[in-house]
C-alpha cells in the first residue's frame, strides 16, 4: 500500500492559490461553489489538515512541474477521506480537478498549446498509415442499438490516398492513385471513376480523412484541458491529454444539439489515439429524440514510414458495374445521372396535363414524395426554399406525388402554401420509369434533359444550393 500522509504546508499554500483563482479557471464551477470562495483560509486549512488524506504516486505524472504539483495530480480512486461530507468530498474533488489545470498550466501545456502541436504534427506528415474501429451507440426511448465499423486512412502525399469504411452498413472505398480517384461500394459491386486533377468529393462525405480534421485543431476555439488519461490503443496504454474542444455546427434539421469533441492527445507524439462526441436527433419516421455517442479509437498509427504501394492501387473486381458517380453518401449508385431523363405526362392538382418535353432548355428539381413520409415532409421544406431562390432563375420544381389521391396531395400543398408544380401518380407509372423504390427521391434535370445529380433518402446536410451549381445556377 502507499504511504498516506496529511497535506504538507506547501501543498496547503498551492490549494490557496487554486482556490483564489478558482472562479475564472474551472469554466463548469456551479452557483453553490461560488458563494463558498469567500470561506476563510484558516478554515478551508484545517478542513484539509485534519479531515483529508490523500495517497501519493507522483511517478504516475510526467509534469514538468513543481514537485509538490506533481504530488496533487491524483486520480479519483486514490483519495480518502476521514470524517468527511457528502458536500465537502464534492468540494475537495473539485480543488483537485483544478489542479490537474493548474499543474498542466505550470509546465506551458493548456487545451490550445495541447492541440497547436496535434495540428502541426499533422501537418508535417508526409505519410501515414491509421486504423480506427469506430463504436456508435444510438439510445431512444423505444430502442437502443450498438454498431461497429472499421476505417482506414492512408497517405504518401501528395497525390496518394486510400480511404476505405468497413461494417456499420457503410462499407466504400475512395483511392486516389495520382492520376485517378477510384471510388467502389461493395455491397452494390459498383465503382466509379474521375479525373484526380478536377475531383470534388461529395457534400456528404462519409469518407473524409480524420487527419484533415486535425490538421485545423490549431484554430480550435475554445479548447480546454480537462485531464490526463491512459486510454488503451493499438495493444498498449497510451498516456495522454484529454482536451475538450466546443462543438461549432449550429443546430438544424434533425439535428437538435451536437455535444463538444473530446480528444486524447498523445502526450509524446502529439498523435490523436481516441475522439468522441455525441449528438442529439430527432427521427422525423416516428418523432422520437435519439442520443447517439460515437467513439474513435485507432489501432494503428504509422507516420512517415514506408506505406504499402499497393494500398493506392485500385483494379475493379469481376462483374463490378461501372457508373457515372456515386451522388448518396451510401448504398448503391445511380444508373440514371449522365443518361437522359425518362420522357413522362402527368396530372397536376388543378387538373391540367404536364408533359415533361416542355422541359427542354430549363434546369429542373424532381422531388418524389408523399404526404406520409416524414422525411419527405422535411425535405420538401428545403424544395421550397429552391423554388423561392431560383424561380426567377430558370428553375423548375416538380413535385411528383407517389401514389396518393388528389385529395389528399391537395390539402397538405395547401395548408403549407408551397409554390412550386405538384404532379400526381396515382398508378406510380413515372415512379418506376425514374426506379424509386424509396422516398424521398431529389433529382437534377439540366437544360440538355440529363440527369444530373440523384440523391435518395433525405440528408440533413446536403447543400441544395451547392448543388444548383450542377445546373448553372
Not at 483564489?20 to 486549512?45: F, M, P, Q, S
Not at 496533487?72 to 464534492?90: D, F, G, T
Not at 498516456?239 to 443546430?251: D, G, N, T
Not at 494503428?300 to 448518396?328: C, K, W, Y
Request: proline letters at 5%; charged letters at 25%.
Amino acid at each position: 500500500m502507499p504511504r498516506r500522509s496529511p497535506l504538507t504546508e506547501q501543498e496547503l499554500e498551492i490549494l490557496k492559490i487554486a482556490w483564489e483563482r478558482e472562479a475564472t479557471t474551472v469554466r463548469d464551477i456551479d452557483e453553490a461553489l461560488l458563494e463558498r470562495r469567500n470561506v476563510a483560509y484558516t478554515t478551508l486549512k484545517k478542513t484539509l489538515a485534519d479531515r483529508a488524506y490523500i495517497y501519493r504516486r507522483p511517478a504516475r505524472y510526467g509534469l514538468a512541474c513543481s514537485p509538490a504539483c506533481r504530488r496533487l495530480i491524483l486520480s479519483a480512486r486514490n483519495i480518502r477521506m476521514v470524517s468527511v461530507s457528502k458536500a465537502a468530498k464534492e468540494f475537495y474533488m473539485r480543488i483537485l480537478t483544478l489542479l490537474v489545470v493548474l499543474a498542466a498550466a505550470a509546465s506551458g501545456q493548456t487545451g490550445p498549446e495541447i492541440l497547436k502541436k496535434t495540428a502541426e504534427t499533422y501537418q508535417a506528415l508526409k505519410s501515414y498509415h491509421f486504423e480506427s474501429q469506430i463504436v456508435s451507440e444510438s439510445v431512444s426511448e423505444s430502442n437502443e442499438s450498438r454498431t461497429r465499423s472499421s476505417r482506414i486512412s492512408a497517405a504518401i502525399l501528395p497525390d496518394r490516398r486510400r480511404l476505405e469504411s468497413k461494417g456499420g452498413g457503410q462499407a466504400a472505398l475512395r483511392v486516389y492513385d495520382g492520376h485517378t480517384v477510384w471510388e467502389f461500394r461493395p455491397g452494390a459491386n459498383q465503382f466509379a471513376r474521375q479525373d484526380q486533377a478536377v475531383y470534388k468529393p461529395p457534400s456528404m462525405n462519409l469518407l473524409s480523412d480524420a487527419v484533415d480534421g486535425y490538421k485545423a485543431l490549431g484554430n480550435a476555439a475554445g479548447a480546454k484541458l480537462l485531464r490526463e488519461e491512459s486510454p488503451e490503443a493499438a495493444g498498449a496504454a497510451r498516456p495522454c491529454w484529454v482536451v475538450e474542444v466546443p462543438s461549432r455546427l449550429p443546430a438544424t434539421g434533425m439535428m437538435l444539439e451536437r455535444s463538444p469533441t473530446t480528444y486524447w492527445v498523445d502526450k509524446s507524439t502529439n498523435l490523436i489515439w481516441k475522439e468522441l462526441f455525441s449528438i442529439k436527433i430527432k427521427m422525423p419516421s416516428n418523432d422520437q429524440v435519439q442520443n447517439q455517442t460515437v467513439t474513435t479509437t485507432y489501432t494503428v498509427a504509422r507516420v512517415n514510414e514506408s506505406v504499402p504501394a499497393e494500398l493506392f492501387h485500385f483494379d475493379p473486381p469481376e462483374g463490378a458495374a461501372e457508373i457515372s458517380e456515386f451522388t448518396s453518401p451510401f448504398g448503391p449508385g445511380s444508373t440514371l445521372v449522365g443518361k437522359g431523363a425518362p420522357a413522362f405526362t402527368l396530372q397536376e392538382l388543378a387538373g391540367k396535363e404536364f408533359d415533361s418535353t416542355s422541359l427542354k432548355g430549363k434546369p429542373v428539381l424532381v422531388n418524389f414524395w408523399a404526404t406520409w413520409c416524414a422525411p419527405c415532409r422535411e425535405q420538401m421544406l428545403k424544395v421550397q426554399d429552391a423554388q423561392r431562390e431560383f424561380a426567377d432563375k430558370g428553375l423548375v420544381v416538380l413535385a411528383i406525388n407517389d401514389g396518393e389521391p388528389v385529395e389528399t396531395a391537395r390539402k397538405y400543398i395547401e395548408e403549407h402554401k408551397y409554390t412550386f408544380h405538384v404532379l400526381l401518380d396515382p398508378d406510380k407509372t413515372v415512379v418506376r420509369r425514374f426506379s424509386v423504390t424509396s422516398i424521398p427521391v431529389l433529382l437534377l434535370i439540366d437544360r440538355d434533359g440529363n440527369v444530373r445529380a440523384h440523391h435518395i433518402g433525405y440528408n440533413t446536410l446536403l447543400d441544395l444550393r451547392e448543388e444548383l451549381k450542377k445546373l448553372g445556377l
